[in-house]
């Protein structure tokens, strides 16, 4: 069963070193995080996959990675300065700061309904370029990496002899300073995306719109969403973009979130092309292009059927990394009861639980807004035991937990019981998985295991896109568990028989099962993705 709760993988990150808050040591940096030794190794694997579908398997895509810093125009003329901003409200009566639209009327921190009026607030972050900081001299960090695509149009069409359609692909960061980044990865001030402009001929754009629709849904199946999880949202006009005419949101139904946006497929038109371009009243454009006499160029494209010059007209699949990483997570989390733990004992976990939730009840430690999810999480738990008791750790870790004094004690009779009983296991597409292959020695102080581990270990990684790892620092089982716990797909063991003939066990994430092959032929095997 895929996370019930953003919880459990927020634990998870914490626990494993997938994602670290940024600048943890001075107390963090509010909607910023950094990439831990597996994150990073997920998340380059979510683009790889993504860069591989989109550029290397179609011949009508180019790649591009522009620079965060761009001249300042491109966003005067991109429409961002006058238009990419959020509500902002004030409350009277505690001073926090909301977006408006995501509020209700009622201050989230104190309750009071005393707010100000919405105020446009610009997400852009400004920073000095050069020595002298006056009003001239500075530049936005993007929020978005599509303008370096747009404003360099003319340099790939010009470079790479392209004919209409084709497009430009992008990965890289983008930076919203937004009013309030919350829910973990979920909305935060940098972040990556993963952009196409997909130009085509005008009058064209509807059926590329549904082409590419379908495209991005085959890759999301791909990397293990089914289209069954993802709701398509055709976003009303009164929510579109200022660039867009029509939107497709791509909407995964999080944990605790429920449905949210994990891609948008736009269809922008001739706008930001339009927009960018000099000249722009002998171009038949069909947008409100922003009037621009600052550009050197016009972005156009001469079509050799009609000779004419025409606007390209543009698709635009953009998707961002931390949501897409999120939704990974989520959708291969799992938490296996391996063997039923005693009756005495669950009952012993349950009681302790109970006495937890009655202690969180009479806090008046605790805000009322903390008690209350404590105590809607802890009943769910205590309601689907005992397959639920893996949770006991997510919860605890939940904000205001460590002020219950009985947190311990529920900790020390759940916590053996789960490492004993249950597994937690991402069932990640091979071809995300942070470690393929992880090789263990069956004892460490054996010299002649140690030595065919290691030797294994380096002629798998030699030469392989994927990652192998050697382990020695537990008990197999205890091995299997923390694998398991971060997706690796295959676990091979050197043991006695390995040292006579040669061969090693492989165990498989899913199923549990190991068989035996040469050691020889463990990179052929482990090398085939699914
Ligand atoms: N160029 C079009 C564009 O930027 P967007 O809908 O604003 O469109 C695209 O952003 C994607 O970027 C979203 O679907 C989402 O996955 C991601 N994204 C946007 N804002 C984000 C934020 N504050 N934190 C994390 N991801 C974000």
């Known amino acids: ?132 900081a006056d009003a001239d001299s500075f530049a936005y960090l993007r929020p978005e990496t599509a303008q370096g695509i747009f404003v360099n149009f003319g340099n790939v069409l010009a470079t790479s002899s392209r004919k209409l359609p084709f497009g430009i692909a992008q990965v890289g960061k983008a930076f919203r300073n937004e009013i309030n980044p919350r829910n973990f990865l979920f909305r935060v001030r940098e972040f990556e995306q993963m952009e196409i402009e997909y130009f085509v001929m005008p009058g064209t754009e509807d059926e590329w719109h549904q082409r590419w629709l379908e495209d991005r849904l085959v890759w999301w199946e791909s990397i293990g969403i089914p289209r069954a999880r993802i709701r398509i949202y055709d976003v009303p006009p009164d929510e579109l973009a200022h660039y867009s005419k029509r939107t497709f949101d791509l909407m995964y139904h999080y944990p605790t979130l429920g449905y949210e946006e994990v891609e948008g497929i736009a269809s922008r038109t001739d706008y930001d092309l339009g927009s960018h371009s000099r000249d722009q009243e002998t171009l038949n454009l069909t947008a409100r292009a922003n009037p621009n006499r600052e550009s050197t160029a016009r972005l156009t494209y001469y079509d050799p059927e009609s000779k004419r010059h025409v606007v390209p007209f543009v698709i635009e699949p953009s998707a961002g990394v931390g949501r897409c990483f999120l939704a990974v997570l989520a959708e291969s989390y799992d938490e296996q009861m391996v063997k039923a733990p005693p009756a005495e004992r669950i009952s012993a976990v349950s009681d302790a639980l109970e006495a937890f939730l009655k202690s969180v009840g009479r806090s008046d430690k605790l805000a009322p807004e903390t008690r209350d999810a404590l105590l809607e999480r802890g009943h769910a738990i205590l309601a689907g035991m005992p397959e639920t008791m893996p949770q006991i750790e997510a919860l605890l870790a939940m904000p205001g937990a460590e002020q219950v004094e009985l947190g311990k004690k529920l900790r020390g009779q759940a916590q053996g019981l789960v490492d004993e009983h249950f597994r937690t296991v991402l069932h990640l597409k091979s071809h995300l998985a942070p470690v393929r292959v992880a090789v263990f020695p069956l004892k460490r102080n054996h010299e002649g295991l140690v030595a065919m581990a290691r030797d294994l270990r380096r002629s798998i990684q030699v030469g392989s896109f994927f990652r192998t790892v050697y382990d020695d620092t537990g008990a197999i089982g205890k091995l299997y568990r923390r694998q398991d716990e971060i997706g690796t797909p295959y676990c091979v063991t050197v043991d006695f028989q390995s040292l006579g003939d040669g061969t090693v066990t492989v165990r498989n994430r899913d199923t549990m099962q190991q068989i035996r092959i040469p050691a020889s032929e463990v990179r052929a095997y482990v090398s085939n993705p699914s």
């Open 1 to 132: 069963m895929p996370a019930t709760t953003l919880d459990q993988l927020v634990s998870l990150c914490k626990r494993r070193g997938f994602v670290f808050p940024s600048s943890e040591i001075y107390g963090g940096l509010q909607g910023v995080f950094d990439w831990g030794p597996l994150g990073v190794e997920l998340k380059n694997n979510i683009i790889a996959s993504w860069w591989r579908t989109n550029v290397y398997e179609r011949d009508d895509m180019e790649g591009l990675d522009a620079a965060i810093l761009m001249n300042r125009l491109t966003w005067r003329y991109s429409g961002h300065e006058e238009t990419f901003n959020d509500p902002l409200v004030d409350c009277r009566d505690c001073k926090s700061r909301w977006r408006a639209d995501h509020i209700k009327g009622r201050c989230p921190n104190c309750g009071s309904t005393n707010l100000t009026e919405p105020r446009p607030f610009n997400m852009m972050f400004k920073t000095a370029v050069g020595p002298v």
